[in-house]
Structures are given as structure tokens and as C-alpha cells.
């Protein structure tokens, strides 16, 4: 733990321990130029308990077993929102066929959507499963939402996401400012913003459920 960190834990449970109100306490670490989410991080290490001397709660560490969940959860959301993304689209290519396109690969039309709707069958279950186990943990032990794994790869998500969104309004508005809008190309578009968009808003307010709970 960096020393700053350390001085600023000892800070608190002294006043604490002095009887200062965790309000108070708050209060003259912000006044002091510490970040709100330093000065409550710090706070949260002590339970918020009657007791004569600051009571320390567990600190949470990180096992093999939950980075190996959050792996699998996240790859399998991953797989699961492009290839159900690849397997509209080769639905919209074949409800609005473009004559004038060439596309060229190794795989058939039917072939990839044979790939696509076979790859979201697997990992969209086990996205399911492996979900559902993580937050009946989290539910368990409310503490494990502070996991480090969980947290960069939510917020790598959240990227990602907005990415695609971004990425999906602008191509949208160079295509309309240039006259190709098509229902074709239209499907598309909003294929790629349902897809990125209810991914980024679900964490978005799983992220905020969690500040409020805090």
C-alpha cells in the first residue's frame, strides 16, 4: 500500500477513534485536498459500527478462481454481442440484397450464419450461467464489488461501447451528409447502436446502483 495511503487510513482511524463523525471526518479531508473518492475509500475500510475503537473490515484480495470468472463472463459478452451483431447483419444481406456489392471470403453467406447463430448459442448461456453466479456473490458480499478485475474490465467495457456508438453516429452522419442513407445500411446502423448502447447502458447503471448503495 503506497504510504500516502497509509498515512491517510491512520488519519482516519485516529479520529475515529477520537469519536469524530465520519461526516466530519469527510469534510476536513476534502478540505485538505483529498479527492472524495479517496477520503470515502478510506472511510469504507472501517465498519460503521458502535464500538470504542474503529473496527477494521476484511480486506479484499484477489483470488485466481474470481479473475478467472470475470475472464469468462466478460469474453463471453463479448463473443456473444458480435456474433449476434454478424448474424443480423447476414439477415439484413439477405432481406436487402446490394447488387452492386462484392464482398469476398473464405465462408458462404450461409456458412457464417451458421458460425454466428452456433457461437451465440455457447457463450450467450454461459455468459447467463457465469453472470448469474457472480452477482448472487456480489449480493453475498457486497465487498467484492470493490475487486480490481471487476473493475477494469467494466470500465474497459464501458470503452469499448462507446466506441462503437461513437464510431456508429458518425459513420450515420458521413453517410447522410453524403445522400447514401440506405434501409440496408439504415438496419445496420441500428444494429451496431442497440447492441453497443444497451451494453453501455446496462453497466453504465449497474456502476451507478453500486455508488448508490455505497
Not at 469527510?26 to 470504542?52: C, N, T
Not at 448469474?132 to 474497459?156: D, F, G, I, M
Not at 462503437?164 to 438496419?187: K, P, Q
Amino acid at each position: 500500500m503506497p504510504s500516502g495511503i497509509q498515512e491517510l487510513e491512520t488519519f482516519v482511524r485516529s479520529a475515529l477513534a477520537k469519536g469524530s463523525t465520519r461526516q466530519s471526518v469527510e469534510k476536513v479531508l476534502l478540505d485538505a485536498g483529498w479527492s472524495g473518492e479517496q477520503a470515502r475509500s478510506a472511510l469504507a475500510a472501517f465498519a460503521d459500527v458502535e464500538f470504542p475503537v474503529p473496527v477494521p473490515k476484511p480486506r479484499l484480495y484477489l483470488s485466481a478462481r474470481e479473475a478467472f470468472l470475470y475472464l469468462i463472463l466478460f469474453t463471453t459478452l463479448y463473443l456473444s454481442a458480435y456474433y449476434f451483431g454478424c448474424l443480423l447483419f447476414e439477415f439484413v444481406n439477405r432481406a436487402f440484397p446490394d447488387p452492386a456489392a462484392t464482398e469476398y471470403s473464405w465462408q458462404t453467406p450461409m456458412e457464417r450464419i451458421r458460425w454466428a447463430a452456433s457461437s451465440v448459442v455457447v457463450a450467450f448461456p454461459i455468459f447467463l450461467f457465469v453472470s448469474r453466479r457472480v452477482y448472487r456473490e456480489l449480493a453475498r458480499n457486497p465487498v467484492k464489488r470493490l475487486s480490481a478485475v471487476r473493475r477494469w474490465l467494466t470500465y474497459l467495457t464501458l470503452f469499448v461501447a462507446a466506441g462503437f456508438l461513437i464510431g456508429d453516429l458518425t459513420t450515420l452522419v458521413y453517410n447522410a451528409l453524403g445522400g447514401e442513407l440506405t434501409i440496408r445500411f439504415l438496419l445496420k446502423v441500428i444494429i451496431v447502436g442497440a447492441i453497443a448502447g444497451a451494453v453501455f447502458g446496462f453497466y453504465i447503471w449497474d456502476l451507478q446502483r453500486e455508488e448508490h448503495e455505497a
